[in-house]
């Protein structure tokens, strides 16, 4: 169900890395039900109502044919983070009428709508999601934060260091997804298991 009571906000997956671990880049990675990794972020961020949303791939990615997706494939492979991210936010400020982007890493597939559409509702110009007092994914950023990144008045070199200039927030969420780093198959498993004993 589409969450409509949000302010306007927008949706960036952070999926260009080459994801070594897997065998393929971590975009296409699956899922137990068949979903690659890509698929399900754009599902949960499209259901909690980001429009755009925009995706990162890594170099010579083929077209994902995701109605709704824009996509920036990266110009080289091993481009840091921080250079990945500010290219996808120059795809996204290209986009009018969001107030914040959500940032979510394409190896944390197993987050919840709701998780996302509560990050999105926190009344601060950055947010950070957590899981029983441990920080983690998807965070949440104001377009006011994105223009200075874009602009270059906020550097890095981390997300992490932006996020503690700003006065990040920190969202408790009941949703193990938050910490679920799926960066290699063991770790999908184990994920998948801890949610399941969560039920």
Do not use: Q
């Amino acid at each position: 169900m589409e969450m409509t009571s949000l302010g306007p906000f927008a949706g960036l997956i952070l999926a260009g890395g080459e994801g070594r671990r897997w065998g393929c880049p971590k975009a296409w990675a699956r899922l137990p039900d068949g979903r690659t990794f890509l698929e399900a972020c754009f599902g949960i961020l499209y259901d909690a109502g980001a429009r755009p949303i925009v995706a990162t791939l890594p170099p010579g990615a083929g077209d994902p044919r995701l109605e709704g997706l824009s996509t920036v494939v990266l110009p080289a492979p091993g481009l840091d983070m921080f250079a990945s991210l500010k290219a996808a936010l120059d795809r996204v400020m290209e986009f009018p009428d969001w107030e914040k982007t959500a940032l979510l890493p394409v190896d944390h597939p197993l987050i919840t709508t709701v998780a996302v559409a509560t990050l999105v509702s926190a009344p601060a110009p950055a947010a950070i999601l957590s899981y029983r007092g441990k920080h983690g994914h998807p965070v949440c950023v104001a377009r006011s934060v994105v223009e200075k990144i874009v602009g270059g008045e906020l550097t890095g070199p981390t997300l992490r260091d932006v996020l503690r200039t700003v006065d990040a927030v920190e969202v408790p969420v009941d949703d193990i997804g938050v910490v679920s780093n799926c960066n290699t198959p063991e770790a999908l498993s184990a994920a998948l298991n801890a949610s399941n004993s969560e039920l």
